[in-house]
């Protein structure tokens, strides 16, 4: 089993996540997280440091964010690993409630 990182990352990008990660499985894009399934260990420190709830466990992922299992499968393999914490971007907060992201992911 995995975590896998939702749309509700798209465009608040916070990486307090990625601090506690033992395995550096996160991978970051333009706008928001992914995680490698192949290198995440199933630890599930992440799923509580995420401010925005925008990370669930394989088992546990929504329906509605059944394609992001594969998106991070996907984009996991071009995007660069990040191990530490940067800051979110400037205008997070106003991205957190919005729903209906998905449209807005950058590659």
Request: aromatic content about 8%; hydrophobic content about 35%.
């Amino acid at each position: 089993m995995t975590y896998v990182v939702t749309e509700v990352c798209i465009k608040c990008k916070y990486t307090d996540c990625v601090e506690v990660c033992p395995v550096d499985c996160f991978h970051e894009g333009p706008n928001m997280l992914v995680i490698d399934p192949e290198e995440c260990i199933d630890c599930s420190l992440c799923e509580p440091e995420c401010p925005i709830t925008a990370i669930f466990a394989e088992d546990d992922l929504p329906e509605e964010h059944n394609e992001f299992l594969e998106l991070n499968a996907e984009l996991s393999l071009i995007w660069p690993v990040i191990s530490s914490m940067i800051p979110a971007p400037p205008d997070a907060a106003e991205w957190e409630e919005v729903e209906g992201k998905r449209k807005y992911l950058e590659r």
